[in-house]
Antibody
Framework: QVQLQESGPGLVKPSETLSLTCTVS????????WSWIRQPPGKRLEWIGY???????NYNPSLKSRVTISVDTSKNQFSLKLHSVTAADTAVYYC?????????????WGQGTLVTVSS | DIQMTQSPSTLSASVGDRVTITCRAS??????LAWYQQKPGKAPKLLIS???TLESGVPSRFSGSGSGTDFTLTIISLQPDDFATYYC????????FGHGTKVEIK
């Protein structure tokens, strides 16, 4: 059974960079699509972007200028960097695996990690 | 981007009730529509893909229908475990989610 676990700081200062890592266990990171999704408190889910194990990426146009997703296949991990954060970036951040035939259909999710942007 | 609108936002129901949630896309997404269930403090769980395909292990009391812009999630005979928030998601063009429908105990 594939399992995903997010890790990273729970508090980030405004204007700084939010950095999270997702560790995949129970399966290989290779030949799959891996996404980051967030959910601000009380609001709807928002897809941030995905990376394929080869390193190709696709980002939500509304966040594209601030987002970088990378993959480390040797560690079975992928990562999110969100630059120049504001309070509006406060959210629970999830990592998830998409299906090969439908890259944005999310069948496996991490438990989520709350990141608060505050000074 | 494609906007997803769900109704109602909140639904009060009793165990055994039939429940229907609707989702409308701002433009056609063909059948590239999924439904997720989320419980407090937990990650969403994929229930239905391609508008009407029940995921493995999901009880048959859940069903989905629709295509194009209008979709429905139906739960026949609501069970205690079904009280949760339900989200629709289009995955035809990038990915966007509805704002959610909370199914609460009446």
């Amino acid at each position: 059974q594939v399992q995903l676990q997010e890790s990273g700081p729970g508090l980030v200062k405004p204007s700084e960079t939010l950095s999270l890592t997702c560790t995949v266990s129970g399966g290989s990171i290779n030949n799959n699509y891996w996404s980051w999704i967030r959910q601000p408190p009380g609001k709807r889910l928002e897809w941030i972007g995905y990376i394929y194990s080869s390193g190709s990426t696709n980002y939500n146009p509304s966040l594209k200028s601030r987002v970088t997703i990378s993959v480390d296949t040797s560690k079975n991990q992928f990562s999110l960097k969100l630059h120049s954060v504001t309070a509006a970036d406060t959210a629970v951040y999830y990592c998830a695996r998409g299906r090969i035939v439908s890259t944005n259909l999310f069948e496996y999710w991490g438990q989520g990690t709350l990141v608060t942007v505050s000074s | 981007d494609i906007q997803m609108t769900q109704s109602p936002s909140t639904l009060s129901a009793s165990v055994g009730d039939r429940v229907t949630i609707t989702c409308r896309a701002s433009q056609s997404v063909s059948s590239w529509l999924a439904w997720y269930q989320q419980k407090p403090g937990k990650a969403p769980k994929l229930l239905i893909s391609k508008a009407s395909t029940l995921e493995s292990g999901v009880p048959s009391r859940f069903s989905g229908s629709g295509s194009g812009t209008d979709f429905t999630l139906t739960i026949i005979s609501l069970q205690p475990d079904d009280f949760a928030t339900y989200y629709c998601q289009q995955y035809d063009d990038y990915s966007t989610f509805g704002h959610g429908t909370k199914v609460e105990i009446k």
